[in-house]
């Protein structure tokens, strides 16, 4: 028997993997588009009618009315380890499974943050900048040697730990915190765990990798920013609410901190396009249109580095989450439950 699947936010990169591989008890159909309320209703009545499982990805919204327009749905499987975009509640009523990737671009998303860290440390976007125009100053770009700070780990999970690997290869000290300890990194790789507090006031750079649920919403808000360093760097690849956006501002501003590494952002749902705001301005509320402000204001500072939610983004990570996301399919079409979340 074959299973029809819609797969959104189909993007260039994924083609390699689809290509490669035989799909032959699957009927695949390709969407570069997102999956929400808008897009639904272009779909066929054929195939609300007849799919039985979905893949999407985080620039997706599944809610209620989105879900009521499939029939036949068994499974979710989103291409992220995070599932806000998803009505869980509704898809647990109507039976419906869903399913994450656990291990989501660990490798990928703790080099990226290593990236961001010495693009920061080492001033290397103003240096090259500057070079393109023609300007030359050495006194603008003294950095600092990994070796010699303490960076901070919140959230010692799967990526978490990997940074922590990381960080003890450039000799660095490293404090961690997390409500279940690892102890395994801590004997293979010098990590001590605090408290919040001890490793907030404590640490040269701070790393988030928390999960990006209700819980650790504004973790990080101006309470936070003002035991910090003044020297201390703050790095967020993880979730798109842990820290609060005007706090951050304001903590720039007043150079509580040295700088921030933002790939993940309040608002970053909304494409900060003209286009894309002109056509959903009078959706957008005034508190997420606030976010989206001074999140423009924040990448446009020197000391700050803002990139598109693409830490996960090199072709092994891909092709690595999509093959994760069919096993856990073919294994809920099985009756198993690998990667389900409700």
Do not use: W
Request: aromatic fraction near 8%; glycine fraction near 4%; charged fraction near 25%.
């Amino acid at each position: 028997m074959t299973v029809k699947i819609l797969i959104f936010d189909y993007k260039d990169s994924e083609k390699m993997f689809f290509n490669k591989n035989n799909f032959e008890n699957f009927d695949l159909n390709f969407f570069e588009e997102s999956l929400n309320e808008n897009s639904v209703n272009n779909l066929p009545e054929e195939i609300l009618e007849t799919t039985e499982v979905i893949s999407v990805f985080v620039s997706s919204f599944i809610n209620k009315n989105v879900l009521e327009k499939f029939k036949k749905l068994k499974i979710i499987a989103t291409r992220s380890t995070g599932f806000k975009h998803i009505d869980v509640k509704t898809c647990c009523e109507r039976h419906i499974k869903v399913l994450n990737v656990e291990e989501f671009g660990k490798n990928a998303v703790a080099q990226y943050t290593f990236g961001l860290i010495i693009s920061l440390l080492r001033k290397i976007p103003i240096a090259h900048s500057d070079l393109k125009q023609f300007r030359f100053n050495n006194n603008d770009y003294i950095g600092r040697d990994l070796n010699e700070l303490t960076i901070g780990v919140m959230g010692t999970g799967y990526t978490g730990a990997e940074v922590c690997r990381l960080a003890n290869a450039f000799n660095m000290r490293i404090l961690a915190y997390d409500t279940n300890e690892n102890e395994a990194i801590v004997k293979n790789y010098n990590v001590k765990y605090t408290s919040k507090d001890e490793l907030i006031k404590n640490s040269n750079i701070i790393t988030l990798h928390l999960p990006n649920e209700e819980c650790n919403k504004n973790i990080i808000t101006r309470k936070e920013f003002a035991d910090m360093k003044a020297d201390t760097y703050i790095i967020n690849t993880s979730g798109n609410n842990l820290i609060n956006t005007e706090d951050l501002y304001s903590a720039l501003v007043k150079k509580n901190i040295a700088g921030a590494a933002l790939d993940v952002s309040e608002g970053e749902e909304i494409m900060l396009t003209a286009k894309q705001l002109t056509t959903q301005i009078k959706k957008i509320s005034q508190e997420l249109l606030a976010k989206l402000i001074f999140t423009r204001m924040i990448a446009q500072m020197p000391n700050v580095i803002v990139t598109s939610h693409v830490a996960y983004n090199t072709q092994d990570s891909i092709n690595n989450i999509l093959q994760t996301t069919f096993n856990s399919i073919q294994d809920c079409l099985q009756g198993k439950h690998t990667n389900q979340i409700n």
